[in-house]
């Protein structure tokens, strides 16, 4: 007899787009799909566009004074996006 090796099929999802190159964008894009849930409702609205590029979130406002403040808070919506997407996504937010 052999011995069968289940494992969930979450697992074994994870583990072909990884071999397909494919885990970092389909990380990233549920990163930047979180962003009104992470950052609130109210930032949400103001926020025209969001990208990634070298580990680096680029947000742009449409409100230049509601930089400043998130600027000081990058570090916290650094950690919290990457707790969501539950991986080292970014490291750094930029916001324009």
């Known amino acids: 007899m052999f011995k069968r090796r289940e494992q969930p099929v979450s697992t074994l999802v994870m583990r072909n787009l990884r ?13 930047i799909a ?4 992470i ?3 109210a930032i949400a609205r103001f926020t025209t566009s969001l990208r990634i590029q070298n580990q680096t979130l680029y947000v742009r406002l449409s409100v230049p004074a ?3 403040d998130l600027s000081m ?3 916290e919506f650094v950690r919290r996006l990457n707790d969501h997407v539950g991986a080292q996504v970014i490291a750094d937010i930029r916001f324009n």
């Open 39 to 41: 950052a609130g409702e």
């Open 73 to 75: 808070r990058r570090q």
């Open 19 to 31: 071999a397909l190159g494919l885990e970092t964008p389909l990380l990233q894009r549920r990163l």
């Open 66 to 68: 509601l930089r400043a």
């Open 34 to 37: 979180s962003w009104p849930d």
